[in-house]
């Protein structure tokens, strides 16, 4: 199975102020069809998880765009600018370019 | 606006089985590839099936395969999954999905699903 290692595990962030995620996978995520699978989630306090950026750099549907997606084969980021209240949760990310699809184990965004 | 509501969970005992269902609606359900993706109390999201279309294809991780079924009645827009041989190590807030090509677009509240005697 591919491993997804994200760090941090938590991020204290002051509101108004830009972070960082990092998720790194064991193999590379680079699909037979020159596609690369690695998306990003956002689980809120008490809500199940939304999608934010899939395939590394695509916003889905009324992501605002101070989330942004970058990265290639095995490394990749998360970043988030401005951060605002509503952006406090734990951010997953997930890659299905190969089976099992399996997630990272998730970062912890929190006000300093 | 695309809803899903999952159904059916509750607390069962080690062996035994459950079903759960997740009720969609505000999108075409027949066109979507279909999952269920599930969270440990305090843990992190694993898969735990993926349907095609029409629900002649369907794919599982090993933690859950021969064990769990899941399946899908396209006339009433309705998701299933069939656990079988329940261990403790399945409770969880069982989540279903729909596929936006092969990842989760959009996700229903969850319904949990307790193992224990």
């Known amino acids: 199975d591919v491993l997804m290692t994200q760090t941090p595990v938590s991020l204290p962030v002051s509101l108004g102020g830009q972070v960082s995620i990092s998720c790194r996978s064991s193999q590379s995520l680079v699909h037979s069809d020159g596609n690369t699978y690695l998306h990003w989630y956002l689980q809120k306090p008490g809500q199940s998880p939304q999608l934010l950026i899939y395939r590394v750099s695509n916003r889905f549907s009324g992501v605002p765009d101070r989330f942004s997606g970058s990265g290639s084969g095995t490394d990749f980021t998360l970043k988030i600018s401005r951060v605002e209240p509503e952006d406090l949760g734990v951010y997953y990310c997930l890659q299905s370019t190969h089976f099992p699809l399996t997630f990272g184990s998730g970062t912890k965004l929190e006000i300093k | 606006e695309v809803q899903l509501v999952e159904s059916g969970g509750g607390l069962v005992q080690p062996g035994r089985s459950l079903k759960l269902s997740c009720a969609a609606s505000?999108?075409?359900?027949?066109?979507?590839?279909m999952a269920w993706v599930r969270q440990a109390p305090k843990k992190g999201l694993e898969w735990v099936a993926t349907i095609s279309t029409s629900g002649s294809r369907t794919y599982y991780p090993d933690s859950v395969k021969g064990r769990f079924t899941i399946s899908r009645d396209n006339a009433k827009s309705s998701l299933y999954l069939q656990m079988n041989s329940l261990k403790s190590e399945d409770t969880a807030t069982y989540y279903c999905?729909?596929?936006?090509?092969?990842?989760?677009?959009?996700w229903g509240q969850g319904t949990l699903v307790t193992v224990s005697s």
């Open positions: 505000g999108f075409t359900f027949s066109n979507y590839y």
């Open positions: 999905a729909s596929l936006l090509y092969n990842w989760f677009a959009y």
